[in-house]
């Protein structure tokens, strides 16, 4: 068994907190006195609403909108699920690319009767963004537009164009209606002229993202320390492998030490496999510390070193616009550095998802091509290579906002 | 190459990555520890995720003075067997200082005034980071929280503007008075939870298995007979069979009836059960449709 991470996506009202009370209910993995409790919320008598199991806050309930990330878990023989919903709203598009950076799918909902809208794009492009490996684009609210094949294959066609521009991969498209049911977990006897699997069968077939390579990076994350005063490096070995005796270098510093001993868990190994959480220690006392990066001196894919990286931002902070000039502190895995954006260069536009030249491009939610200069030189892959060494935060040195993601381009 | 990963290893894997997060970003972490499964999971993966050093967090019991004896003589056992540094601070002599008025009823409940304790504990210690063992399936308020929860000055969770937290950057930086609660086994599931225990072989107090208890039966919960909660005349006292599936205070914790008398039974009968953890097991959570939300904003973890 393993676990599949997956976020539901879509414009307000399109369904998504029902899609996901439909797949938990169907499971049957709601308990008795969640669905009472639930049914108590909603005025209306002798019917579950659905989405109020999602809807954890008051002012959700209230509203009867998403406005936070909430997380929900189910699991088949098969898999552990970690459900993210996700808000439909512009304003909250930077709680949806929170939901949406770890996971191995998302769910797109089109409602069947609007077709594809400007949220719609904005969501495929922060899939594009995060380079999330699978797609699924449900198309909602089947029973709305009686079924209709024809209007499901219009709105499938739509949207492979968008699909083709953005360079989504493993797309794949359900009618559905998450309300009653249909193509969600069991196959729906309204629509039989689509005979692929339903929504529920693809999440249990599709594959788990999964991080290896041929590249090794080792990421600090903190020393140990013990008695006898020898150092230990701990953290996750994000890629690649390392055993007792390779030659390492220990970065930005490009130090050199060979690996003396590793340590996963409690037990002493010899080596170690991409996703291990290990401690290394090194010969004649060489040490590291919180934030370097460890790659192979030999037959590996050589880390990029600048203090001037070109960079794929989204702004999360809505109290501040984006300031060309302003020091952040940036951070990539435990790595902290100052930087500045020193220059704006475009921003995609949401309908044509062209490079934007134009001016004044630092709204809240945008996504803008920018020149990010740190403080001290860092080493990092480009996110085309590696995304766990290719991808960073910026934080406000004031308040300690979050106030973008960057992916690194080159 | 790994290409299909065990659940529990994914999720091992992922606190204890978190704790690595903790001891690297903050200068005074502290554990939050109620003698409970999840707080006892919590120092299980400090020790793994830290080894081969002894974990370095200490320990904060928040006492509200109506614990289980059992939970108490579990968390002494730990501190010594583990060396642990115990800290604990009571919600009495809180009421004491403050001049606060006790809680009072059937089942008089100190949860509204355990925030206030822990955020005095907060202060006095200058802790800024509170690792707890809050588990997102519990509750649904819960299940809207990030990992690295930034609280304000006042200890109080902004739902509506928390930071927006990606990939595996966790952002600790806080300002002078601000604390963070952070809450490494957010993605495991009660059932996960259980799992884990067995196949790591975790010990855990003997509340959890079936034992011989007097209880009193309140609207369909079975609640221990205790010197913290008062009986009148309707109440009668039966003994029961049961083992307890969350352990909190004495006054709001049900006990279930169940023969389930070791990990492998419990995992069954939790499989098998139809009702929520705290649904089945907090008289607190169901006075309001927001309980935990609204307790939250008032410092509770």
Redesign the interface.
């Known amino acids: ?3 599949l991470r997956f976020i539901t996506a879509g414009s307000i009202d399109d369904g998504k907190s029902t899609l996901i009370g439909r797949l938990l209910y169907d499971i049957g993995q709601i ?4 669905i009472q ?1 639930v049914s ?2 909603n005025k209306a008598v002798n019917t579950i609403n659905l989405a109020h ?7 959700e ?1 209230e509203q009867g909108i998403t ?7 189910f ?1 088949t023989p098969n ?2 699920y ?1 459900i993210t919903d996700a808000p439909g709203h512009f304003q909250y598009t ?2 949806l ?2 939901g949406a ?2 996971v191995d799918a998302m769910i797109i909902l089109i409602d069947a009767n609007n077709g594809i809208t400007e949220q719609t794009r904005r969501h495929s492009l922060v899939a594009s963004f995060l380079n999330i490996p699978n797609v699924l684009v449900a198309i909602n609210k089947m029973d709305d537009v009686a079924y209709s094949e024809e209007q499901f294959t219009s709105i499938k066609n739509q949207y492979l164009v968008i699909a083709e521009k953005l360079k989504l991969q493993n797309i794949s498209f359900f009618p559905i209606s998450a309300l009653l049911g249909d193509n969600v977990n069991l196959a729906s006897s309204n629509m039989i002229w689509y005979k692929d699997n339903t929504l529920m069968q693809c999440l249990e077939t599709i594959n ?1 993202k ?1 991080t ?1 390579n041929h590249i090794t990076r080792f990421s600090v ?2 020393v ?3 008695k006898n005063f020898e150092k ?1 490096f ?3 070995l994000i890629s690649g492998n390392l055993k007792i005796g390779d030659s390492i270098e220990i970065n930005p510093e490009r130090k050199s030490a060979i690996i003396k001993n590793i ?1 996963i ?2 037990s002493y190994k010899n080596e170690a ?5 290990i ?1 290394l220690y090194f010969e004649n006392s060489i040490e590291a510390k ?1 934030g370097d990066l460890i790659s192979k001196s030999a037959n590996d894919s050589p880390l990029l070193f600048s203090n001037k990286l070109e960079t794929t931002l989204c702004w ?1 902070n809505e109290e501040k616009q984006l300031q060309s000039g302003e020091e952040y ?1 940036l ?4 790595f902290e550095t100052k930087c500045s954006i020193t220059s704006i260069l475009h921003k995609i536009d949401i309908q044509s998802f062209e490079k934007n030249t134009e001016k004044n491009l630092s709204g809240i939610n945008d996504f803008l091509g920018v020149i990010i200069e740190t403080a001290e030189e860092i080493s990092y892959d480009p996110f085309s290579i590696l995304p ?1 060494t290719g ?3 910026l ?1 406000d040195l004031k ?4 106030s973008a ?1 960057f992916i690194i381009e080159k | 190459m790994k290409l299909v990963s065990n659940y529990l290893d994914t999720l091992e894997s992922e606190s204890i990555y978190i704790f690595r997060e903790i001891y690297g970003q903050f200068k005074k972490p502290v554990l939050l520890f109620s003698g409970g499964k999840d707080s006892t999971l919590l120092i299980h993966l400090a020790r793994k995720a830290l080894f081969p050093a002894n974990s370095p967090f200490p320990l904060l019991h928040i006492d509200t003075g109506h614990n289980f004896k059992e939970a108490l003589d579990f968390r002494d056992e730990l501190v010594s067997k583990f060396g642990f540094k115990l800290i604990v601070r009571k919600v009495e002599d809180t009421i004491k200082e403050k001049n606060l008025v006790d809680s009072t009823g059937k089942f008089p409940s100190r949860n509204i005034l355990q925030s206030i304790t822990l955020l005095d504990a907060i202060n006095e210690f200058g802790f800024d980071a509170c690792i707890g063992g809050g588990r997102r399936d519990e509750e649904k308020a819960r299940a809207k929280e990030r990992i690295f929860s930034i609280r304000d000055k006042n200890g109080a969770w902004q739902p509506y503007n928390q930071r927006p937290e990606l990939w595996k950057l966790f952002n600790g930086k806080i300002n002078k008075g601000e604390n963070v609660r952070v809450f490494p086994i957010s993605n495991w599931s009660e059932l996960d939870v259980w799992n884990y225990i067995l196949r790591e072989k975790i010990e855990l107090p003997s509340l959890y298995f079936a034992h011989d208890r007097e209880c009193i039966n309140f609207n369909g919960k079975l609640i221990a007979v205790s010197d913290f909660i008062n009986l009148d005349e309707n109440d009668i006292i039966e003994k029961k069979k049961v083992r307890y599936r969350t352990v909190g205070d004495m006054t709001c914790t049900a006990a279930i009836e169940s023969e389930a008398a070791n990990i492998e039974q419990v995992i069954d009968e939790i499989a098998s059960s139809n009702i929520s953890e705290r649904g089945e097991t907090r008289i607190d959570d169901q006075f309001s449709d927001a309980a935990m939300e609204d307790r939250k904003l008032q410092g509770y973890f």
């Not at chain 1, 308990?31 to 969640?34: A, G, L, N």
């Not at chain 1, 496999?273 to 959480?277: C, E, L, N």
């Open positions: 068994m393993d676990i308990k008795s006195d969640v409790s108590k919320s199991i999602t809807d954890g806050l008051r002012s309930r406005i936070d990330i909430a997380y929900k878990y699991t898999r552990k970690i930077k709680n690319v929170t950076s770890e788990a999964i290896n994350q903190c140990i320390e013990t230990g701990a953290g996750k340590i868990g409690k496999m991409a996703g291990d959480d401690c919180r999360l502190l951070r990539i895995n435990s766990e991808c960073g935060i934080i308040t300690n906002y979050t993601a």
